[in-house]
C-alpha cells in the first residue's frame, strides 16, 4: 500500500515538473521573455494550456484527487521556477505576477480535465477541439495581456504639456510641401503616441509660451537653435519650481529623410550647450565603439537608446543613470531630467513587436515618458520585469 502511494506521488511529481518545465521554456521562447530582454511570469498565461492539457490526458482515467494533486505540483512548480528566474535575472519577484498566472493556471487545468474526460464519438473531433482550445487560449490570453499591460492616460484636466523639438515629428511623411499638405499631418508615432496620452502644445519658440511653474510641464527634445531669451525662460521656468524633460544629443543618429543640410532633417548635435553649462552639466558624444541599441534602467523603467552621449561632469544636486547617459536634477525649485539622446523617441526603439500590443513591448520608453509630463500616466496594471542591463 505504501509502496503504491509513493509510486503515485513520484508519477504526479514526474507529470507536474514535465509541464512546469514545458510552460517555462515556451514561455522564454514563444512567450517572449528571451527576445524582450524580460522575465514576466505573466508571458507565460498564453501558453499554460497545452502542457496542462498533456497532463490531464496522461491521468485522465485517475482519481479526482490523483489528477487535482497533479496540476497542484504543477502550478506551484511553475510559480516556483518563474519566481527563482525572475529573483536570478532581474533581482525582483512580482508577486502580482505570480499570483494572477497561478490564478489563470487553475482555470486552464480545470478546463484541461473537463477537455479529457470528454469522450468524442471520433477520434479526429478531439483533435480538432483540443487544437481550437489552444488556440483559442492563446489569443485570449495576448488579448487579456494587452489589457493588464496597457498605460493609463493623462486625466481629463491635466494641463498640457509644452513641446519644443526639432526632430522631425510632425509632417514626418516626406516629400514636398504640396505632398505633405495632400496627405495630411503624418505624425511620427512618438507624436501621436504622446498627444493620444494627454494635451500636447506644440510650439515654434519658447520666448512666450513656457508654461508657469504651475501650469504643466516642459519638453524640449533635441531642439533647433534657440534664442538667448528662451534659454533664460527654460531656466526661469526650472528655477521657479517647474518640471522639465531635456532630450539634448551630442550626434544624433535620427534617418535624414532630405538631403544633408536642409533644415527639415532633425539637427545633428545639440544646440542646447549653454544651457547645460548654465546647469553645470557637460555633454559628450558616445564612444565610435556603441553602435548598437542599449538598454538603460532608470527608476525600475527600461529605455532604449542609440549612440547616446554621455552627461558629465555633474553638478551634486544631479543623479545619474546608466554610466550618466540620463540624469535627474534638481535647479532651484524645480526638476529636470535630462537625456544625452535624441534617438530615444524613435519609434524602431520603443514601438511593440506586434502593433497594439503593449505587452510586447521593447521598452517602457513612452510609459516612462508619459509618466514625467503628466501626474498618473503611463501606468498600468501589470508592470514589464526586465533582465538586468548589462551597461558598459
Partial sequence: ?????????????????????????????????????????????????????????????????????????????????????????????????????????????????????????????????????????????????????????AASNAPPVTMMTGLPLRWSGGGDMAAMIAKGAQDDPALARLTATGPVSLVDSLADRVPSASGGTLLVAHPRALAPRELVAIDAFVRGGGQAVLLADALSGWPARHPIGDPRNAPVTSLLTPLLDHWGVGLGAAPATEGDALPIDVAGARLRLFRAGRLGPLPPHCRAYGDRRVARCGIGQGTVWLIGDADLLFAALWQPLVPRAPHLRQADTMEWLSARLWPGAGQSALRPIWIRARNP
Fill in 1 to 153: 500500500m505504501i509502496a503504491a502511494s509513493r509510486r503515485s506521488a513520484l508519477r504526479a511529481l514526474t507529470k507536474a515538473t514535465v509541464a512546469a518545465i514545458a510552460v517555462v521554456a515556451m514561455a522564454w521562447v514563444a512567450g517572449g521573455q528571451a527576445l524582450l530582454g524580460r522575465i514576466d511570469p505573466a508571458l507565460a498565461v498564453p501558453l499554460i494550456l497545452p502542457p496542462m492539457l498533456l497532463i490531464a490526458m496522461w491521468q485522465r482515467d485517475l482519481p479526482v484527487a490523483d489528477r487535482c494533486s497533479s496540476y497542484v505540483l504543477a502550478i506551484v512548480l511553475l510559480a516556483m521556477a518563474q519566481a527563482m528566474l525572475a529573483a536570478l535575472l532581474a533581482g525582483s519577484v512580482s508577486g502580482r505576477q505570480l499570483l494572477m498566472t497561478a490564478v489563470v493556471a487553475v482555470f486552464a487545468a480545470a478546463m484541461a480535465d473537463l477537455f479529457a474526460r470528454w469522450r468524442p464519438r471520433f477520434a479526429l473531433f478531439r483533435w480538432a477541439a483540443g487544437l481550437a482550445l489552444a488556440v483559442g487560449w492563446f489569443i485570449a490570453g495576448h488579448a487579456l495581456l494587452a489589457v493588464l499591460y496597457r498605460p493609463s492616460v
